[in-house]
């Protein structure tokens, strides 16, 4: 009996043994291929980058002559910042002022994209301040840090903005009023929190506004504000066939009574 339970113990603990084995074996294999998919994911992020190095090239002739045609169109880049839902909102008084003399935006990537890119503002000359071009650039350092860097406004005397508060300092992601857009220019300090690495300003400019800005120089709604705006007329016409039957009915009653 003794002989028999050390054989049946030795038989399982064989069998724990294989199905161990068996399984890091099967960790391994799986490694392996994740590894491998993963190398071909870092081929595909190159390749796209190449492509979009590219088309960066062809769409930068392109981009010229949108600007040269947006400087026959007076206050062109004004109405679109006014005009875009968020933007709009970090613009004060002053501010709209000023954006009448802007005359250009450019919104350029780094030579490799993956690095960063560059927003600049060209502006005519104007009673606010010496500079006619202002950029603020991202760079994206290995680390996993952003470094900014923005022109050093020159304001003419009496002319600067009222206070130096920075935009989004503490995540909100609406300036107070009295709050100038040019302080976002100000801004330079170095990101090194995921969470704070986004500036929300620079994405709504390079992501929204620069590729299309004439949807919204035209203030056209999105195909969502359409849609919803469809139903609420729908919903309206409803109420009033609704109001309109209650009526009748009661004159219809009315009627009965007399």
Not at 144 to 149: D, F, R
Request: hydrophobic letters at 30%.
């Amino acid at each position: 009996m003794v002989g028999d339970r050390t054989k049946k113990l030795k038989v399982a603990e064989n069998l724990e043994d294989n199905i161990d084995g068996e399984l890091i074996l099967s960790i391994e294999k799986l490694q392996e291929i994740q590894d491998e998919l993963e190398k071909i994911n870092e081929e595909a992020s190159e390749k796209v980058l190449e492509i979009e190095q590219k088309y960066n090239e062809v769409r930068k002739p392109v981009y010229d002559k949108r600007n040269e045609i947006i400087k026959s169109i007076p206050d062109f880049w004004a109405t679109a910042f006014l005009s875009h839902p968020a933007l709009s909102e970090i613009l004060n008084d002053e501010d709209q002022k000023i954006f009448k003399y802007l005359t250009s935006l450019e919104v350029e990537d780094h030579k490799d994209v993956k690095s960063g890119y560059a927003i600049t503002f060209n502006f005519s000359p104007n009673p606010y301040f010496e500079d006619t071009k202002l950029t603020k650039t991202f760079t994206f350092l290995e680390e996993g840090t952003t470094e900014i860097t923005a022109t050093p406004i020159k304001w003419k005397e009496g002319k600067g903005i009222p206070n130096g508060v920075n935009h989004d300092k503490k995540g909100n992601k609406r300036a107070p009023l009295d709050v100038s857009f040019f302080s976002w220019f100000s801004d330079c300090e170095q990101k090194d929190d995921m969470d704070d690495i986004h500036d929300e300003v620079a994405e709504l400019i390079k992501d929204d506004l620069w590729p299309n800005p004439l949807n919204y120089f035209n203030n056209e709604p999105d195909e969502e504000e359409v849609d919803d705006e469809a139903d609420d007329e729908e919903k309206d016409e409803d109420d009033s066939d609704d109001d309109q039957e209650e009526d009748e009915d009661d004159e219809g009653n009315d009627d009965d009574d007399n």
